[in-house]
């Protein structure tokens, strides 16, 4: 099973967003004061951003998106 190719099409999908979004996302993040660029981490909530960005439901912890 390519994993990458059913994803959007599976249960797993409806927890992702768009790449327009993620883009977005990415943009604010990698200018925020919190963002660890080394790790690609937020230093208030601790999560890999290249992962959480791309959740539907997942929120900035400093309210930027």
């Avoid at 927890?15 to 660890?36: D, G, K, P, W, Y």
Wanted: proline share 2%; charged share 25%; hydrophobic share 35%.
């Amino acid at each position: 099973c390519d994993w990458s190719s059913d994803v959007c099409s599976s249960d797993l999908g409806r927890f992702l967003t768009n790449e327009q979004t993620v883009a977005a996302r990415m943009e604010i993040c990698s200018s925020c004061e919190h963002f660890c660029k080394e790790a690609a981490r937020c230093e208030i909530c601790g999560c890999y951003m290249k992962a959480k960005m791309m959740l539907s439901e997942a929120r900035c912890p400093a309210s930027k998106w």
